[in-house]
């Protein structure tokens, strides 16, 4: 029923791929062939036939990303430039272009799925360039694959310099860490080490007393790869080449022509009224930080000393400390109480499989629901050194159903960096990471859930960026339910559930410098928007980036914060001229998740009808439209701000 995922071989992988990409080229040589070209004989194996190559692509990127090395890199960086040529010839196939605009015109009696299929493929093959003339093509083709290279460039440098660093501390340099973090630390010469990875950095940022390592960290965190400043430079010329060549002003222009926002102008404006509300508050929590240093005989506060002071603050002013918690919330724990989560809010089951996996913490499950198995999931949760930082979803394959009739169904990973078990003590969690094992699901959900028959418009698949991170941030709120905490928050030593005051106390604690949060993502989002509205070099880059704190932000960085060059999300993912969407799928998630809480959180026919009209649905309709269908009428701000613990 599913694939077996195997991690070994990458060459035999990569020379699947590449047999892939000529087996395509010739099969769709035989598809322009049909005479009386329909939906059914051309777009449907056409769909599946890449949707096959993507499937052995996600197989490598995705073990570039969590068994990093050498021949990982090597193979795919050679593999990039092919398949952004391969990629670009085919958004430039005037052939192929011409017979989906003829399907179009002759099949007006369509369902929605293959309308939408039809609708953004035309609107891709227009978007990479078809109508040009060949000299344009040809320099538009340059450029996409040279994008490619300097993309991963930007991305492996980052992951190295996170690599390259570490500081090996004696007992006295670790007064004030909880205990769980010595243990994950502490080496067999009775040495602590730390790192940029963001377990290890956050851990000593916030809890770290000796204020000159908190300072180290944080110098090595915001210089990493200074050579991505000239790679940022070329990235964003290109870019903006891309944009021109293509008709649009600019490349802000041409990342929201496939997004839920219409201008630049409208994102920029929705920001700032954010900003408007916001940076009162963000200005007052400031303060209350600074006078709580104050009386601490601190006068002079620094960035490196912001998440030391303000957790002991919020300690003081919650008896909130993460570290307590985290007895509670150890990871099989977590993951089974999830799973007890879903299901009774949304009614579906998970059930675990034995299959080969990447490496021995991987967990694999079955995804049920109604008896039926929909979909697989597979989960690798844990910190390693092989593995980029941070946390993210990748889907595998989609659901669809192809020519023959014959049904696919979904799997996805979902990958994090929490703390590693060690012979001692298994992976404890802290309350963020619940929210982020929340998040990834939320993602996971969306595609594994989908019943969509077309591929290209199936689970995340054509669902716009701004609207892709509604689900996960609508499921990531419910990790400050105390309804929700109650199913898993057991000891792991005792197995005594956590308690009530303990879980009042985080809902309390939940919104503790929430301003200053929100203007720091605002900060990242105008400074995108603006960067893609132009071709700056790296001093103009630098430029823009101080106008934006100007305006925005409360702290202000020293000059030789170079938070850019380790800024992935936009330079070596899909987030250019779009990490707003973080905040715009926020105003959709808000108001999803109220409707979940004014009715108790727990109400599975709210929840069936969360599932038909948006989980199941993908991308096969407008974001907008889909909310409208679960919600009855746009989404209104009150929610968001009401979500942030900021007044409307």
């Not at 391969?86 to 799925?113: H, M, P, V, W």
């Not at 506060?301 to 919020?314: A, G, N």
């Not at 991170?469 to 057991?490: G, R």
Request: hydrophobic residues 35%; negative net charge.
């Amino acid at each position: 029923m599913f694939p077996e995922f195997h991690s070994e071989n990458l060459p035999k992988k990569e020379s699947a791929i590449l047999e892939k990409m000529e087996s395509n080229k010739s099969f769709i040589q035989t598809l322009l062939k049909i005479d009386k070209p329909t939906f059914q004989n051309f777009a449907k194996p056409y769909q599946r036939i890449q949707t096959e190559l993507g499937d052995l692509v996600t197989e490598i990127s995705h073990l570039n990303s969590v068994k990093n090395n050498d021949e990982s890199q090597t193979i795919y960086s050679r593999l990039l430039p092919k398949l952004s040529e391969y990629y670009t010839d085919l958004g430039q196939n005037e052939d192929i272009f011409s017979t989906l605009l003829k399907i179009q015109s002759l099949e007006t009696n369509l369902n929605q799925e293959a309308s939408k299929v039809l609708e953004n493929e035309i609107r891709d093959f227009r978007l990479s360039g078809v109508s040009l003339n060949s000299e344009t093509k040809n320099a538009l083709k340059e450029i996409r694959i040279r994008q490619s290279d300097l993309s991963n460039q930007f991305s492996q440098n980052v992951l190295n310099a996170t690599n390259a660093f570490a500081l090996y501390l004696s007992e006295a340099d670790v007064v004030g860490l909880p205990e769980s973090e010595k243990i994950s630390a502490k080496q067999e010469d009775g040495t602590y080490k730390f790192t940029l990875h963001f377990p290890s950095y956050i851990a000593y940022m916030t809890y770290g007393e000796n204020r000159e390592i908190r300072k180290k960290l944080y110098d090595g965190y915001c210089t990493r790869a200074p050579e991505n400043g000239k790679l940022m430079e070329e990235i964003l010329e290109l870019r903006d080449k891309e944009a021109k060549l293509l008709g649009f002003p600019t490349f802000s222009h041409l990342s929201l022509a496939t997004k839920v926002a219409d201008t630049p102008e409208q994102v920029i404006e929705f920001l700032d009224h954010l900003a408007l509300k916001a940076k009162p508050i963000a200005l007052q929590e400031l303060n209350e930080i600074k006078n709580f240093a104050k009386k601490l005989g601190h006068n002079d506060l620094e960035p490196w000393d912001l998440t030391y002071y303000s957790e002991k603050l919020k300690k003081e002013s919650f008896s909130y400390d993460e570290e307590i918690y985290r007895p509670y919330l150890e990871k099989e724990t977590v993951i089974s109480g999830t799973f007890q989560f879903l299901e009774k809010l949304l009614g579906i089951q998970f059930q675990q499989v034995n299959t080969p996996v990447w490496e021995p913490s991987v967990l694999c499950y079955n995804l049920v629901v109604e008896g039926e198995i929909r979909s697989r999931l597979y989960l690798d949760l844990e910190v390693r050194t092989e593995k980029k930082g941070g946390a993210w979803m990748h889907n595998w394959k989609p659901h669809f159903q192809d020519e023959t009739g014959k049904t696919e169904l979904p799997v996805a990973f979902v990958v994090a960096s929490f703390p590693k078990a060690t012979s001692t003590q298994p992976s404890l969690l802290r309350p963020s990471d619940v929210v982020t094992l929340f998040h990834e699901l939320g993602h996971a959900l969306h595609h594994l859930l989908s019943r969509v028959k077309e591929a290209f418009v199936s689970g995340v698949n054509g669902v716009e960026w701004d609207a892709v991170e509604f689900p996960s941030q609508f499921l990531e709120n419910f990790a400050y339910e105390p309804k929700v905490l109650e199913l898993f928050a057991k000891h792991y030593q005792t197995k005594e559930a956590i308690p009530n005051s303990y879980i009042e106390t985080m809902v309390k604690a939940k919104n503790f410098m929430s301003a200053m949060g929100v203007v720091r993502q605002l900060e990242f989002a105008k400074f995108d928007m603006l960067i893609h509205k132009e071709k700056p070099n790296e001093s103009r880059v630098q430029e823009i980036l101080d106008q934006v704190r100007k305006e925005v932000c409360v702290v202000f960085p020293p000059a030789y914060n170079k938070f850019q060059n380790s800024f992935t999300h936009i330079f070596a993912g899909g987030y250019a001229a779009g990490y707003y969407s973080y905040k715009w799928a926020e105003l959709l998630s808000a108001n999803a998740y109220y409707s979940f809480v004014d009715r108790g959180v727990f109400d599975l026919e709210h929840a069936a009808h969360f599932r038909r009209t948006v989980l199941e649905k993908g991308g096969s309709a407008s974001a907008m439209d889909l909310f409208r269908d679960f919600y009855g009428k746009d989404p209104e701000i009150d929610a968001l701000l009401r979500l942030n613990g900021i007044a409307a």
